[in-house]
Every structure is written in structure tokens, then in C-alpha cells.
């Protein structure tokens, strides 16, 4: 699982179709043009004790062209699970291979990298092969897989988002063919329709959550009819380090808030992504509500569920234990306890108010801890997401940015001063 401070704005729609990158397929006649050289027909094998395997003989097989790179760690996350699945598919005889394109900087870290991988590589001083390979599928980030398929209709189309796909179906996706794409999507749509809170959390073996003394347990039927958040995070990821904090202060304002108003409760449930028994014990000993047990299988179903790729993640499951939106995290950065009960209307209304202060605001202001005068700015007029440069928070809509180097803070954020004292405080 990859660990980024941001989150993207995906669709929550779990029928949304894979995006297709053409539909060209590979066929045994462009192996070759494809993966070798003048000077070579051969791909390097996993171990260096192994022979050289020709490249004719991935001859008829759906082959992931897989590019990546030793230093940058989202790859490496990813390494980790699709080492997982490409063992399980070929345990199974499945007629899948992989073909990795390093971008590492040097051939030491190729090769410490490629030790750890049971699959195929381009030579690492092939840089024609390598650079071609990356024009040809027009990679601008990492790591990225391109799923090929041997010969095949003109419906199979090579697919660009493999790692998506990976992360989102595991080795159920194999052979990443349009008709068995289509077929999970039909699966995960009928699951989220018939979504209760209860086949959420509970399985066959258990049917409780854990409360903060990891003794007493607590029902999982007991959240039925409440506002529910799934908070996925680890002791050893530095901004759900950070975020934890600021989300128990904010859980614990929304409490307070509903017991006076004797309305409808909310809940959040930990789940964790910690790798051992005491950093998970440790880690949920600092936090107020539930938690799954540590090593659940429900932990890992979870993830793959939600296609959760990055944490902190917060997922808000509403009182009709349907999911009402995958970034909870974004929104209490934006808005706080507000958020709350985070549904569509609530983030609509919050955004007019957001419109309606705006109105307020200087046009601009200079900042201590700045040297420029910054610019309000709107989502139409040059603003977006973003995260502040004061409060590292994330934020969206209006913002004061810096037009010469690009520095934006939240307008809750400005501490305005003279654009002398400005200079001074810098």
C-alpha cells in the first residue's frame, strides 16, 4: 500500500470501467521489435544463476511490462504486492509474465532491486530498449504496469493502469481481459448495493470490534444506524502520524456536539496497517474509538474493497451502512468538525459558505513568513487543491498564492502584516 500525503479525487463508483490505453495487442511478430536489440533476442532471468530466457519464449502469454525504480518507495510498496500476486498466478500455472523497465540510476541499484523480483529484465545498460519502451507507452509516472495480451479480438485492448488493477482485484484480475474486468465490476457493484455496516466489519469468526482497554468487546451490529468512519493508518507512516491527532481532536468535537443535541451518533473504527502486535497495540492505545484486531483478515479485505492506495484514509459509511465518501481525511482537513455528517449536501453547503466569506476577504495580503504579497485566489481562477505552506493541511477552493513562486496557505492560515514586517520575518 503506498503512503502519500495526498489523495486522489477518484470516483467512488465501483462500475467505473478501467481506463484502456488503445486497442492494440501484442502478438508473437512484435516481441521481438518490442523487447530486444541489434545485439540481443534474450531477457535477463531472476537470479543471476539462471539462464538467459529468450524472448521468444514469452510466445502466447499476457505479459506486464512493468516500470520501476529502486528509490522511489511507491514502487517498492508496489513491488511488494505484485511479487505477491505474479508468485500466486504462477503457482497456478497461469500464463502470465513480467517484464521489468528499471529507471534505478545506477546498476548497482538495478541489480540490488532485481534480487528481489522473480520475474524478467531489460538489461540495465540497454538504454535504447528502455527509452523506447517508455516513448511507446507514454509513462510519465511510477511504478506503472502495461498489461499486453497475446493474440486476441479487437476488444482486448492493452491495458495502461495495471498497477490499478493490481491493487483493486489482486491475481482475480488475471487475465486482465475486458470480459473478466467486466465481470468484477459486476461482482464489486452487487457487493456495494447490498453494503451493510455488518458484512463490512464482521466475518464468520468474529463479530466484534475492539475497545480501547483491547478487552472488552463490542458489537459490531451496535453501529447500526450510525454515521461511521473507517480509518485506515499505521504507527510507522508519518502523516498518519500526524493526521491522528488532529482527527481525534475533531472526533471528539463531533461527540460532544451530537450528545447535546441527543441526534444520531457517530463512530470511528481503526484499521490498521501496522506490521506487528505492539505497534498496533501501541499506535490504538493513543486513540478513543474501536478498532479492528490486529492481523483480521477483514483488515486486508477492507483495503482491497475501498481500493485503498494510500493512508491516512478515512472512509465514511453513513446510517444506511452505505458508503457516503472515500475522502473523509479531505474533508476534515478543509473543514473540521463541520464536515460532519460529510454527505454530499453537507459539503455543497459548506462550499457556499466557503463562496459567501470569500466575498470578505482582502484581495490580497502579506504573510509573515513570506517575502510576496500573496493573491486570493478561487478554483476558476487559478486555485485547486492544494496543501497550505503554513499548516501543511490540505485544502481546495479559495486560497492565497504566492503568483511568483506558487506558495498558498488557507485564508484561516493568513497572519497579515505589513509587507515591510513580511520581509523582516522572513
Known amino acids: 500500500m503506498q503512503v502519500e500525503m495526498d489523495l486522489a479525487n477518484k470516483s467512488n463508483n465501483p462500475a467505473q470501467t478501467p481506463t484502456n490505453g488503445g486497442s ?6 512484435t516481441l521481438s521489435s518490442l523487447l530486444a536489440s541489434k545485439d540481443r533476442d534474450y531477457l535477463l532471468p531472476s537470479t543471476a544463476e539462471a539462464d538467459q530466457v529468450k524472448i521468444s519464449d514469452l510466445e502466447g502469454k499476457v505479459i506486464g511490462i512493468y516500470f520501476s525504480a529502486n528509490w522511489y518507495p511507491p514502487c517498492r510498496n508496489f513491488n511488494r504486492v505484485l511479487i505477491g500476486v505474479y508468485e500466486q498466478l504462477k503457482s497456478n500455472g497461469s500464463n502470465f509474465e513480467i517484464v521489468f523497465v528499471s529507471s534505478d540510476e545506477d546498476l548497482d541499484a538495478f541489480n540490488s532491486y532485481r534480487q528481489s523480483m522473480p520475474w524478467l529484465s531489460i538489461p540495465f545498460s540497454d538504454l535504447e530498449t528502455k527509452k523506447a519502451l517508455n ?11 502495461v498489461i499486453l495480451q497475446p493474440e486476441g479480438t479487437k476488444d482486448d485492448a492493452t491495458f495502461y493502469d495495471g498497477v490499478e488493477l493490481v491493487y483493486r482485484y489482486g491475481l482475480d484480475a488475471f487475465p486482465f481481459t475486458k470480459e473478466k474486468l467486466e465481470e468484477l465490476q459486476r461482482e ?6 447490498s453494503q451493510t455496516v455488518t458484512n463490512l466489519l464482521a466475518n464468520p469468526e468474529r463479530d466484534y470490534l475492539l475497545d480501547q482497554t483491547m478487552t472488552r468487546k463490542v458489537p459490531v451490529d451496535s453501529l447500526i444506524g450510525k454515521t461511521v468512519g473507517l480509518y485506515l493508518s499505521a504507527q510507522w507512516c508519518s502523516p498518519c502520524v500526524e493526521f491522528t491527532p488532529k482527527l481525534i481532536s475533531i472526533y471528539q468535537r463531533i461527540k460532544q456536539s451530537l450528545e447535546e ?6 463512530e470511528i473504527i481503526f484499521v490498521t496497517n501496522d506490521r506487528d502486535q505492539s505497534s498496533f497495540k501501541s499506535y490504538f492505545g493513543s486513540m478513543p474509538w474501536l478498532a479492528l484486531p490486529f492481523g483480521d483478515p477483514t483488515v486486508r479485505s477492507l483495503a482491497k474493497y475501498f481500493d485503498v492506495q494510500w493512508i491516512p484514509c478515512l472512509i465514511i459509511i453513513g446510517p444506511d451502512g452505505k458508503t457516503v465518501t472515500k475522502q473523509g481525511r ?11 455528517p ?25 504573510h509573515s513568513g513570506h517575502r510576496h504579497e500573496l493573491t486570493l485566489v478561487s478554483e476558476g481562477s487559478g486555485g485547486g487543491p492544494f496543501i497550505c505552506c503554513d499548516c501543511d493541511e490540505q485544502g481546495s477552493g479559495w486560497a492565497y498564492q504566492c503568483l511568483e513562486c ?20 522572513r
Open 24 to 29: 492494440e495487442n501484442i502478438s508473437a511478430s
Open 135 to 145: 516513448r511507446k507507452y507514454e509513462v510519465e509516472s511510477m511504478p506503472c504496469l
Open 188 to 193: 464489486e457493484k452487487r457487493k456495494h448495493d
Open 261 to 266: 443535541k441527543g441526534s444520531e451518533d457517530f
Open 330 to 340: 479531505n474533508l476534515i482537513n478543509l473543514y473540521r468538525e463541520n464536515a460532519y
Open 342 to 366: 460529510f454527505t454530499d449536501a453537507k459539503v455543497e453547503s459548506l462550499e457556499k459558505e466557503m463562496e459567501e466569506a470569500a466575498k470578505s476577504l482582502p484581495r490580497s495580503e502579506y
Open 406 to 425: 506558487g506558495y498558498e496557505v488557507h485564508p484561516r492560515c493568513i497572519r497579515a502584516v505589513t509587507p515591510q514586517s513580511s520581509i523582516e520575518d
